[in-house]
């Protein structure tokens, strides 16, 4: 009689494992395509990623590079003060983006330009995504708009 109760709870164990990992497996193959890493341009010049990968890459808007070209195509340098990329992205651009400002993309690095499915731009003079300020300040280039010069 106590082997069978024990035969049975060691089965529900093995059931509830397998129903675990099976779960786990499942929700990670739904997401595999809602996971987007973020990287700064020198992190995308030094280690360039397969033209596959979808990623997303911040920084400030490269002055004297905003290319407004035929229809809706817009070609511009995104810049973390070490190291620059060119961007490509066809669709409307934000309200607020602008040269000098903080932007964020998604896309794909193809052929050494980062073709982008979509563009985030600051929504306010001083906010700036925090990825942005990381790499910004890795590369010593952001300055705090909140602090005053004495």
């Known amino acids: 009689m106590k082997s069978l109760k024990k035969q049975r709870r060691i089965q ?25 890493f973020f990287r700064s341009p020198s992190q995308v010049v030094a280690e ?10 911040g920084g400030l808007v490269e002055d004297g590079t905003l290319v407004r070209g035929q229809g809706e ?8 003060g070490g190291a620059s990329v060119p961007v490509s992205y066809t669709g409307v651009l934000p ?3 602008e040269e000098g400002q903080g932007m964020v993309g998604t896309g794909k690095y193809v052929n050494g330009t980062f073709v982008a499915t979509e563009i985030l731009a600051k929504h ?13 300040k890795e590369q010593g280039v952001y300055q705090d708009p909140n602090e005053t010069d004495s």
């Open 12 to 36: 529900v164990i093995i059931v509830a494992a397998i129903a675990l990992a099976l779960s786990t497996a499942l929700i990670g193959y739904a997401m595999r395509d809602g996971i987007n």
């Open 48 to 57: 360039p990623p397969t033209a596959s990968e979808v990623f997303r890459i």
């Open 73 to 80: 195509t817009v070609t511009f340098a995104v810049t973390d």
């Open 95 to 97: 309200d607020l983006f």
């Open 124 to 136: 306010d003079e001083t906010y700036m995504p925090k990825e942005v300020v990381d790499a910004l």
